[in-house]
Nanobody, 117 residues
């Protein structure tokens, strides 16, 4: 069974940084575009960043452009999200999953990111 395990969240002051990791076990990782998603309190889950499996091209939602960087290590079956210049509005539970909706795996527990002002 393919499993996604997110880690690296925490409490940080505004302007700080965190690096999230997502480890994929039990299945093929390298041939899928991967994404980081977040669900803020009272809001729907949204895609914030995605990375292709072919050439590592990345997509970012406007609100995180220039602050977040997504990367992947196919040898380690892991995708990362480097988050800099964090803002209180980045507070959310962060998840990773396959970017294409019809190929999505069961969601993991996610990792909580809390940014204090």
């Amino acid at each position: 069974q393919v499993q996604l395990v997110e880690s690296g969240g925490g409490l940080v002051q505004a302007g700080g940084s965190l690096r999230l990791s997502c480890a994929c076990s039990g299945g093929t990782f390298s041939v899928y575009h991967m994404g980081w998603f977040r669900r803020a309190p009272g809001k729907e889950r949204e895609l914030v960043a995605a990375i292709t499996w072919t050439d590592g091209n990345a997509y970012y939602v406007d609100s995180v452009k220039g602050r977040f960087t997504i990367s992947r290590d196919n040898d380690k079956n892991t995708v990362y999200l480097q988050m800099n210049s964090l803002k209180p509005e980045d507070t959310a539970v962060y998840f990773c999953n396959r970017e294409v909706a019809r190929l999505r795996l069961a969601w993991g527990q996610g990792t909580q990111v809390t940014v204090s002002s």
